[in-house]
């Protein structure tokens, strides 16, 4: 047990059809998909886990319809923060919602997993668009490979399926350990509703380059957490601090 918590930071928010979180279900159903950062609140080491993106980024070089919530300078302003105080950012994987804001954390640790780092340097052309290697480019990663230790209260999970090289994010708390999930996943994922027949115990990720490594990576995340943090949650928004 640990007396961490985890602060979410929601910077935008974009509509979505729901089956790209729940892998050939609710096709036609658009809910709002929220984009975060995570700061790791009760340690000496000040942690975020991803870097998020600005909306003007998300629209000019994405292409994607996005509203702002906040800025990140904002959201981190209200926890009484600046983009120095930040000593480490840990990625969950390189897509470029996750890393445009990268840069501003000059004096930060920055972990990734060597195989992300890698495929984002030549990505596929089938998904090349998620990445943007030109912003992250030059920048001191320190590699991981596999699940790793990155002090007593914060650990990573290896969690490919969604990139080749994501990572969740284990943070242990007074009830036990929460997990962010290093797969762009909804509540629904992990709690299929059990209306519906022969439905597994998690659902796969509508977003994957390995069906079957998506699947497995939520299920693992499913068996290992108390608290379970899927990172687009849009009921999270509202959410000062897990566990509350």
Not at 31 to 49: C, P, Q
Not at 106 to 132: D, I, W
Not at 200 to 206: D, R, S, Y
Request: hydrophobic share 40%; net charge negative.
């Amino acid at each position: 047990m640990g007396n961490c918590v985890i602060r979410p930071i929601p910077l935008f928010e974009s509509p979505m059809d729901k089956s790209l979180m729940t892998y050939r279900m609710n096709i036609g159903q658009t809910i709002r998909s929220v984009g975060y950062v995570w700061f790791i609140d009760g340690l000496d080491e000040k942690i975020l886990v991803d870097a998020g993106a600005s909306v003007r980024y998300l629209t000019t070089v994405r292409g994607i319809h996005a509203e702002e919530i906040q800025t990140l300078e904002q959201g981190l302003s209200n926890l009484g923060l600046g983009f120095e105080d930040i000593d480490t950012v840990i990625f969950t994987h390189l897509h470029n919602d996750h890393t445009a804001g990268a840069r501003l954390f000059s004096r930060a640790r920055l972990f990734v997993q060597k195989a992300e780092l890698e495929f984002a340097e030549k990505p596929h052309p089938a998904v090349a668009p998620a990445y943007n290697y030109e912003s992250i480019k030059g920048l001191d990663f320190e590699l991981l490979d596999g699940d790793a230790q990155i002090r007593e209260e914060v650990s990573v999970l290896f969690t490919p399926g969604h990139t080749p090289g994501g990572q969740s994010v284990c943070v242990k708390t007074s009830r036990g350990k929460a997990i962010i999930s290093g797969l762009c996943t909804i509540a629904d994922v992990f709690n299929p509703p059990q209306a519906v027949n022969n439905i597994p115990p998690v659902l796969t990720p509508g977003m994957h380059i390995n069906v079957i490594e998506a699947y497995d990576s939520v299920l693992r995340i499913k068996q290992l957490a108390d608290i379970i943090i899927p990172n687009h949650e849009p009921n999270l928004q509202s959410c000062s601090c897990i566990p509350q």
